[in-house]
């Protein structure tokens, strides 16, 4: 079993429709969650961090963390076409340097 | 600023050969980790490493993988004897200072992607 799972999707929604993603994870241990969005043939761009459980929304982004239940989300407001990319959640535990990353979803924003 | 830079984008080698990726981090960022990403599958964590030391190796196979990160100039993952296994894109990835935090807000760049033959 995989510590971080990820749906590899792909998930096909509207232009203008919620995009909701999520990964579960069995280390107890991770305190740190990360977003990440990677196009196709380029690196992973940070989306947003959060520490714990809890909320947190920057933009058209929110990024939710369950650790009671080891599940973490992020949605994405208002899909974009420019929103087609894999997103990749990865977590870390609080002194760890290496982060740990599912396996990405594949998101299509079909205008 | 230039972000971090990866050379070569695209490297091809035969089995047994040697690969060199190289990077450069970001203007005023002095750690350096390198990641995995095999074909369907999610990064791999491989080394961290700071100005002339190897803090955590953790991730790097046993053999024919090694990694540093000279005072002077790029940090260099050499994969000696490549074999098919090893095709992969491998990504840099850099952060300021303030360990471990900084392990939170990484910038990649664009990845060197190893095709052998």
């Known amino acids: 079993q995989k510590e971080v799972e990820q ?18 994870y069995s280390n107890s241990a991770f305190q740190y969650f990360m977003w990440y969005r990677q196009y196709s043939r380029k690196g992973p761009e940070l989306l947003m961090y959060t520490y714990s459980s809890g909320n947190k929304e ?7 963390v369950d650790k009671s239940s080891k599940y973490i989300s992020l949605f994405i407001r208002d899909s974009q076409p420019s929103d087609s990319a894999t997103y990749l959640c990865a977590m870390r535990t609080a002194a760890g340097n290496k982060l740990t990353f599912g ?3 594949r998101v299509l924003v079909k205008p | 600023n230039a972000g971090v830079m990866q050379n070569p ?11 060199r990726l190289r990077c450069s981090p970001m203007k ?11 074909p369907e599958e999610g990064l791999k964590f491989m080394v961290y490493l700071q100005k002339e030391n190897i803090i955590d190796e953790s991730g790097m ?21 490549v074999v098919r296994g090893d095709s992969a894109a491998y990504f840099c990835a850099s952060s300021p200072g303030g360990q471990p935090s900084g392990a939170n807000v990484l ?8 095709t052998v033959l």
């Open chain 2, 9 to 19: 984008r695209h490297l091809v080698r035969r089995r047994g050969q040697e690969a």
């Open chain 1, 58 to 64: 920057d933009g058209r982004f929110t990024a939710q």
């Open chain 1, 7 to 24: 749906d590899p999707g792909p998930l096909s929604v509207p232009e203008g429709a919620i995009v909701s993603l999520n990964c579960t």
């Open chain 2, 107 to 114: 910038t990649f760049g664009a990845g060197s992607r190893l």
């Open chain 1, 103 to 105: 396996g990405g979803t």
């Open chain 2, 28 to 38: 005023g960022h002095s750690h350096v980790y390198w990641y995995r990403q095999l």
């Open chain 2, 61 to 81: 196979p046993k053999e024919r993988f090694s990694a540093e990160f000279p005072k002077e100039g790029p940090s260099i993952l050499r994969i000696q004897q």
